[in-house]
């Protein structure tokens, strides 16, 4: 097809520069079809007028509906590849506790007539499209009444180019409880173009995975005994009757009871009361506790009574004259001497029998005596009931045995001549950890030495005699409280209170307790603090403006739940909408040519919107996970922060979402919220004069 012509005036040197003026103006090739007029101008430029044509765009490539739906397959598998990949998976999520458990949702029907799958409806017969039909959602069967009734001998689909037999091959027979819906209830006709489908009953059209239901207009109530989970308890629905169906009666019910051999713990009062809901009421009692049997109980097995702490550890500590910290009384990990009683084990008790609901006895089961055998470093009593430490050390239980084990001593450095070190329960190390090496216990990392640049995941307490100098590319995990000496370029990431005795330099501290830094030489100088409880400390910010920041009353485990929540909801967005400019062509050439894909094509893009709905339904999750989140991260008034010595000026301070920043020294600052106003409160300011 030829483009369009057109006549322009262009400036140029020479024919062919304006011609490709006219093409960089145009964004299109040109064809020089005549100059109609060339004008010498002064500049030494020529003004042509100049006929042109533009070329022809060239129609565009239409793609099949098969092209169209592999490249809509093609991206929901890039995007769920990418999703398992960065840990967003449902499965993930869910295990992250990052998604809720969703609402199941019931899709209504249109009384609009359209091409249903493979069914074509009249103009004037009322259905509903369901994705499930009789999931025991009685409300939402309630509801399928407001759908205008089909009559007897009403033509209520139509199938294209199909006889009568495949029509019945496509609609094959269901019985879904608690109504029986069937082939019965339709005829079938061959008409020109394919086949009529024919009520023989009048009742209400429904729609379900490509299949055709009527559900009847008169319908007696109904009593469904639900499948039996054991032999304790019988429990049923009562469905009030439709139309001008019968109702329900009390000796039906027990027959049906009986029927199923149900004798024992029959509820009347229950039934009686389902019954005047169902048939007084007309409304639907669910999950009704027919008859609920009597269980037995079972002996009490062996108890055990403990004679020693199980909990590991205390925050107790001394600080000596000369500067220099006591750890011995800090170290109480539960240890035994010899002749210690450690446990005592009592006898179990008998049982109580019970009874089904079909009358069967059931056997109360004898309490269990608990095998518990000693371990190393432990011996029993005569009668094996009472446990007895023979040697000094750790006590250590499992679920079949107590033993009295050493501490885990390391006499010297964490290096390579060692190798990292993973135990169970508390680890002392009497040398340093050296660079880059790992320590993990589940118990105490007590450490007399220092810890430089190593990865540390400690169960309970952290204690350093010496400093820490670390890396703020990961952090170190301490699962309850942290002591150390000083810190240096350390993140740190604590449970419970962080205790520094003389300095905290450039380092990055979040602790879901207290932190303090009280010592008279104690400051905290550079980087940020992040606590849940308040901080005390002496020396806060520094002379030289190195940047502090302090944030109080916010709950670093949340804001990190937080952020893995936003990182997750970003990435399947991203993906959802990557699926939608796929998906949008597709949906364009259905509603253009419905005739134009077959029923394998179609249950491919059921998969593909299937799990679309998922992904949006994963980020509405996600957004209920935050809202909650963002509440939680900040705790109630009355955390405070306090300064024993002074605070320096353009120190940043955040208490519960509430700034300051001091513009100049103060000493002696207590820091809180007003619990009145929200505002807020500093207390006991002394302002410091700096020296000119």
């Known amino acids: 097809m030829p483009g369009a012509e057109t006549t322009l005036s262009i400036d140029a040197k020479n024919v062919q520069e304006a011609l490709d003026q006219v093409s960089a103006k145009q964004h299109v090739s040109s064809t020089l079809l005549s100059v109609l007029s060339a004008t010498q101008l002064a500049n030494g430029l020529t003004r042509f007028q100049i006929n042109i044509r533009s070329a022809a765009t060239p129609p565009p490539i239409e793609l099949s509906f098969e092209n169209l739906l592999e490249n809509l397959e093609s991206q929901l598998s890039k995007v769920q590849t990418h999703q398992l990949l960065e840990g967003y998976s449902a499965q993930e999520l869910s295990e992250k506790g990052l998604l809720d458990v969703p609402e199941e949702t019931v899709r209504s029907g249109s009384k609009f007539a359209r091409v249903v799958g493979s069914f074509l409806i009249p103009a004037g017969v009322d259905y509903a499209e369901c994705d499930e039909l009789f999931t025991h959602d009685m409300e939402w069967l309630l509801s399928m009444q407001k759908i205008d009734p089909v009559q007897i001998d009403t033509v209520i689909a139509m199938v294209k180019n199909r006889n009568p037999i495949e029509t019945k091959k496509l609609l094959e027979t269901g019985v879904l409880p608690p109504f029986p819906i069937s082939q019965q209830d339709f005829a079938y006709q061959i008409c020109e173009g394919g086949s009529q489908v024919i009520s023989k009953i009048q009742g209400h059209l429904l729609i379900n995975k490509n299949r055709l239901f009527l559900l009847p207009c008169d319908i007696p109530a109904q009593f469904i005994l639900d499948p039996l989970q054991g032999t304790m308890e019988a429990t049923g629905s009562f469905l009030p009757p439709f139309g001008r169906g019968a109702p329900l009666s009390f000796n039906i019910i027990i027959q049906r009871l009986e029927g199923q051999g149900i004798v024992f713990g029959i509820r009347s009062q229950a039934i009686f009361d389902a019954l005047d809901l169902c048939n007084t009421k007309s409304k639907i009692a669910n999950n009704v506790c027919l008859a609920k049997g009597m269980p037995s109980i079972n002996g009490r097995d062996s108890a055990i009574e403990y004679f020693y702490s199980q909990e590991l550890g205390t925050e107790e500590f001394s600080i000596m004259p000369d500067g220099r910290i006591d750890y011995k009384r800090k170290v109480k990990i539960p240890t035994a ?5 450690l446990i005592k084990i009592a006898l179990p008790s008998s049982g109580q029998p019970g009874m089904d609901i079909k009358g069967e006895m059931i056997a109360a089961l004898p309490g269990r005596a608990i095998p518990i055998s000693p371990g190393q470093g432990v011996r029993t009593s005569v009668d094996g009931r009472e446990f007895y430490a023979t040697c000094t050390g750790q006590i250590c239980q499992t679920p079949d045995s107590i033993a009295v084990l050493p501490i885990f001593e390391i006499h010297g450095d964490v290096d390579s001549h060692r190798g990292n070190i993973e135990f169970d329960g508390s680890v002392v190390v009497f040398g340093n950890i050296l660079t880059g090496f790992t ?57 419970g209170d962080v205790h520094v005795i003389s300095s905290c330099l450039q380092s990055r501290i979040e602790t879901s307790g207290h932190f303090f830094c009280t010592d008279q030489r104690g400051v905290m100088s550079g980087g940020s603090l992040v ?34 929540a936003e990182v997750a909801r970003v990435s399947i967005q991203a993906g959802l909408k990557r699926i939608d400019d796929f998906l949008g062509p597709v949906l364009k050439r259905i509603q253009e040519s419905p005739g134009a894909f077959d029923e394998a094509q179609s249950i491919r893009l059921r998969h593909v919107v299937a ?55 103060y000493r002696n600052v207590i820091v809180t919220t007003d619990p009145k106003t929200g505002t807020l409160e500093i207390k006991n300011i002394k302002t410091l004069r700096r020296s000119a």
């Open 337 to 341: 001497h010899p002749g210690d009683l």
């Open 439 to 495: 320590v993990k216990t589940k118990g105490d990392l007590t450490v007399f030495g220092n810890i430089d640049c190593a990865f540390l995941e400690v169960g309970h307490d952290l204690i350093v005699n010496g400093g820490i100098i670390g890396t703020q590319a990961v952090p170190i995990k301490v699962a309850h409280h942290c002591i150390a000496k000083h810190l240096q370029n350390t993140w740190l990431e604590v449970e």
């Open 531 to 564: 606590c849940m409880r308040g901080a005390e400390i002496n020396m806060l910010g520094a002379d030289s403006g190195a940047p502090t920041r302090v944030i109080i009353g916010q709950d670093f485990m949340v804001r990190k739940r937080i952020r893995e």
């Open 611 to 665: 799990q679309r709905k998922e992904m949006s339904n994963h980020i509405q999750l996600l957004n209920n996970r935050l809202h909650r989140l963002y509440q939680a991260v900040t705790t109630p008034d009355g955390v405070q922060l306090c300064i024993r010595g002074t605070i320096y000026a353009d120190t940043r301070v955040t208490i519960c979402d509430k700034q300051w920043i001091p513009d100049t020294d």
